[in-house]
């Protein structure tokens, strides 16, 4: 029994090392080579590495040279085996008011290894509420409406289901 105790306190020490000590900076900077490649660019003030992750102050982000939003902060948590993207205050472009929603107070992306090919999604805003799910194996975008305030500006791209209001969208 003391056997398997110390190679779990081993693998937990190893783990914990591991997350304290991982490139958290460079591996978000190579995350950044490749958002580059499908011409999107987040241009930051500041990057503060934390104990589990990394935090973006004041993100600007482009999308084929265009500005598209500003947020108050990015924040990146993980513990290798879960990983949550936590957006706030993100505020869209006067010139796409038109067609997205203004204001998103909260967006978190959430990835697990126990459903690799997933992605789930949830934001508050303007909008309401969404829950959703992008599938990067079909490569689609899946976003369901669970509580809705103003959306008129993007009501025409919804489509009408079971449970209320949906969008969805191939990438």
């Known amino acids: 029994m003391q056997m398997v105790k110390k190679t779990f306190l081993l693998l937990l020490f190893f783990w914990m090392a591991l997350l304290v000590f991982m490139p958290k900076e460079e591996i978000y900077f190579r995350l950044e080579k490749e958002l580059t490649k499908q011409e999107i660019e987040i241009n930051e003030s500041a990057v503060e590495e934390t104990l589990t992750g990394l935090v973006l102050k004041d993100p600007v982000i482009y999308v084929k040279g265009i500005k598209v939003a ?17 957006v706030s205050g993100v505020q869209v472009d006067e010139s796409l008011k038109n067609m997205i929603p203004e204001r998103v107070e909260t967006l978190v992306l959430t990835h697990t290894v126990v459903d690799p090919i997933h992605i789930t999604l949830f934001a508050k805003g303007s909008f ?7 599938s990067l ?35």
């Open 70 to 86: 500003t947020a108050d902060q990015i924040t990146f948590f993980t513990v290798l085996f879960y990983t949550k993207i936590m």
């Open 128 to 134: 309401g509420t969404v829950d959703g799910s992008i």
């Open 137 to 171: 194996k079909e490569r689609t975008v899946h976003i369901d409406f669970t509580e809705t305030k103003e959306i008129s500006t993007i009501k025409s791209s919804l489509k009408k289901g079971e449970k209320g209001w949906y969008y969805e969208t191939a990438f």
